[in-house]
């Protein structure tokens, strides 16, 4: 079964600490793998996704991701947040098969000023 | 330009009705997207459209949910003969047609059936 699962459900951090977030997914085949962010009263909306090629991709407001096949986590880094970036963020794997795509629960990052 | 629209933004309903949420693409775009998401959950996929059909429609919980796309455009959501669990917010996307491509969600319809 296709599966995506959100280690830390809630993380808090001070400006300009680093920021990791896990994920990791369960899937047959090939899988696309995407991170989406929401910020307060605004809709989801896509921060960088991974087809194929270079496993580190980079995506929108400072923030990438680390493809690691033999460990099924697609990681969400950043070096340095801002208040700005208080929000949550959702990982998703797509089943390059299907148009299916499979969310994981979110996890909330407070970053305070 | 004109993003993913969803209409009502809020529909508040009675055990046992029936309702129907709309939604309205970025035009141009041909593959269409229903998930649901309940309070402190991801989105669940429900459906997806590819032009006027339903490409996969494994989601769809059970026969009281159907969902069209008659003109390839605007979906509806149709759920019949509601129950208390069905409430939860009802997000639609599109996304220019590939699989894989960039989804782009609408605001969502907060369901809340009493």
């Known amino acids: 079964a296709q599966s995506v699962s959100q280690h830390n459900h809630h993380v808090i951090l001070s400006e300009a600490a680093s920021l990791e977030l896990g994920c990791n997914y369960s899937y047959g085949g090939t899988v696309n793998l995407f991170w989406y962010v929401q910020y307060p009263g605004q809709h989801l909306q896509l921060l960088l996704k991974y087809f194929s090629g270079d496993p580190l991709v980079k995506g929108i407001k400072g923030f990438e991701a680390e493809f690691i096949k033999s460990k099924f986590s697609f990681n969400l880094r950043k070096p340095s947040v801002q208040w700005s970036d208080t929000a949550e963020y959702f990982c998703a794997g797509l089943n390059t098969n299907a148009g299916k795509s499979t969310f994981g629960d979110g996890t909330t990052l407070t970053v305070k000023p | 330009g004109a993003g993913v629209s969803q209409t009502p933004s809020n529909k508040v309903t009675e055990k046992g009705k029936y309702v129907e949420l709309r939604c309205d693409p970025i035009s141009g775009h041909t593959a269409l997207y229903w998930y649901r998401q309940s309070l402190g959950q991801g989105p669940e996929f429900l459906i997806y459209?590819?032009?006027?059909?339903?490409?996969?429609d494994s989601g769809l919980p059970n026969d009281r949910f159907f969902a069209v796309r008659p003109e390839g455009s605007v979906s509806t959501l149709k759920i019949q003969r509601t129950e208390r669990g069905d409430s939860a917010m009802y997000l639609c996307?599109?996304?220019?047609?590939?699989?894989?491509?960039?989804?782009?969600f609408g605001p969502g319809t907060r369901l809340t059936v009493l």
């Open positions: 459209f590819q032009g006027t059909g339903a490409a996969d």
């Open positions: 996307a599109s996304s220019w047609g590939e699989i894989g491509d960039t989804q782009y």
